[in-house]
């Protein structure tokens, strides 16, 4: 238990340490459907006029001639009580925003940006030390491992960017480990929890199926090796799948009550987007999208491009995967399963998103839609690889500390400044930025903070040639206003309130000694 709140501790004091205390990508708009949900306001405006037939704004047509965002409901009602409590403290307190020179919406998305996030973060990585401990690995490697996953990994930028990421990692940890625990405990009711925790996930986002199929294999895998008893087993299949309709079935509860029937959105949206008035005189959506990529470039682009590879944004894997190689045989045969249900998993994923014209996940830092699947991979095989760091000697032990520390440095890269910077820098100067070298121009970016004349390529140094240039003219004032450290204080400091910008940065460089001193200390002890 000491161990535990060790843990638990030094993952929320990072944690907030790298928190902006916004929301990006499509959560903002995932925040506003649960302030609709719970306000009754529009979530769109039947006013609101659409760009093209893909644009996400403009929604889908629903229930009474209203306009509904076409996502998941999980990460909505997730974040709808930080959001009402953000809603209530701008009620109690109503010069709050004003005094934080924040708009009612930002206020919303920093109340639930610290108060859900982070601590649905905190419990990915007490998830991941629970599953370690259920693998057998002792209470001081699985602390060990569990940090380093989580700052070694891109569990760490996505602890930042609060995307879906984290909490189907979440739910599909818990997943595993409550599988794990059922058979090892021969306890039912962790078959019901583990089927509630992939109903979550599927709840959240609906490719989760793949990981709802890879932890069932996992179960029913666990359960054939330890018992060879077919009623026991079928007893065990049953629970899961108990635990696992609830969520289902409220996802399509909501589905039909938003849209008037229980057809997921992604299949309302092939229809309508070619056929609702809404666009009239839009040029029409291809008939396969999004399934119109090339599958060969997707494959490749997820395991080899220089901006989305998953050997370079996880530079963990590949060691990780050798040591697996040598030492298979040492592995339990619930851990050798385990491996192959999530190397499986991953396998599935870059396999069937190949087709998907944004297989990169767009702007997202590393390939969004398949790290999921990997830093489960890691788990177990980042457990062995520390295990095996602490019992090494002289120069083996030398390097496995320099690849740890590497791949901590190429994770605190990605939270350091705006995550979709070099993306913007990428279209400026009208290059592809998902095949350009994204790491180096981050590491580049982050140097020129300190020397600003470093390289030609330092966004101080940038020259505006043509200003009647559209893209130059779209993209060049992004750069310069992110080209800032991304942490909360540095984001939000205002010259005209220098008390107020004084206490955060006061309060953040508090909390980022103790991270270091406490990770320091649990790492030394």
């Known amino acids: 238990m ?60 629903g229930v009474d001639g209203r306009r509904y965002y076409a996502y998941d409901m999980g990460q909505a009602l997730l974040m709808l009580p930080g959001d009402w409590l953000g809603t209530m403290l701008m009620e109690w307190f109503p010069s709050l925003p004003s005094k934080l020179a924040l708009s009612p919406v930002r206020v919303r998305s ?44 891109t569990v760490l930028h996505y602890g930042q960017i609060h995307q879906q990421n984290n909490q189907i990692l979440l739910l599909t940890t818990i997943g595993y480990a409550t599988a794990l625990a059922c058979v090892k405990r021969k306890d039912l009711r962790f078959a019901i929890l583990s089927g509630l925790a992939l109903g979550g996930a599927w709840l959240i986002r609906s490719d989760a199926v793949i990981h709802t199929f890879t932890v069932f294999l996992f179960l029913l895998g666990c359960c054939i090796y330890d018992n060879r008893d077919k009623f026991k087993v079928l007893q065990v299949i049953g629970m899961w799948i108990g635990g696992f309709i609830p969520f289902i079935l409220l996802g399509r509860i909501f589905q039909y009550i938003r849209f008037g029937t229980w057809l997921p959105s992604i299949l309302m949206g092939q229809s309508q987007r070619n056929t609702d008035p809404f666009f009239a005189g839009l040029p029409q ?28 944004y996880d530079p963990l894997l590949l060691p990780c995967l050798g040591l697996a190689f040598l030492y298979w045989r040492r592995f339990s ?15 599935l994923y870059i396999a069937l998103s190949g087709r998907i014209i944004f297989w990169h996940g767009d702007w997202a ?10 830093q489960l991979l890691l ?15 002289s120069l083996k032990a030398w390097l496995m500390r320099i690849i740890i520390s590497l791949a901590i440095l190429v994770q605190i890269a990605s939270v350091t400044m705006f995550y979709r910077l070099e993306v913007d820098q990428s279209l400026m100067m009208s290059s592809t930025p998902y095949w350009t070298f994204r790491l180096g121009m981050r590491v580049t970016n982050i140097v020129c903070l300190i020397n600003p004349s470093f390289s030609e390529q330092c966004i101080s140094q940038i020259r505006v040639e043509n200003p009647q ?57």
């Open 2 to 61: 000491k161990t535990f709140i060790q843990v638990a501790l030094i993952a929320l004091l990072w944690l907030t340490v790298i928190n902006p205390g916004q929301l990006y990508g499509d959560t903002p708009r995932r925040l506003t459907m649960a302030h609709a949900l719970w306000t009754g306001t529009e979530e769109i405006s039947s006013t609101y006029q659409p760009t093209s037939r893909l644009d996400i704004d403009a929604g889908l047509k």
């Open 110 to 153: 920093l109340v639930v940006s610290f108060l859900i996030f982070v601590p649905v973060n905190v419990a990915t990585v007490m998830a991941c030390f629970w599953l370690l401990r259920l693998f057998e690995f002792q209470e001081r490697i699985a602390g060990l491992t569990s940090l380093a996953w989580l700052m070694g990994t």
């Open 285 to 312: 959506r291809p008939s396969n999208y999004a399934f119109s990529g090339d599958f060969l470039g997707g494959l490749l682009g997820v395991l080899f491009s220089p901006a989305k590879s998953i050997f370079i």
């Open 333 to 347: 045969p619930y851990v050798q399963w385990y491996i192959i249900n999530t190397g499986f998993n991953l396998a």
């Open 365 to 374: 830092w590393g390939p969004r839609y398949q790290v999921t699947s990997l």
């Open 379 to 393: 788990i177990p095989l980042l457990g062995f690889f520390i295990m095996e760091l602490l019992s090494s000697k």
């Open 469 to 525: 240039e559209p893209k130059v003219l779209k993209y060049y004032p992004l750069i310069e206003r992110n080209n800032k450290l991304f942490y909360l204080p540095f984001w939000f400091f205002q010259p005209n309130r220098p008390t107020l910008s004084l206490m955060f940065f006061g309060f953040w460089s508090l909390v980022l000694v103790l991270a270091t001193f406490t990770t320091i200390k649990f790492c030394l002890g």
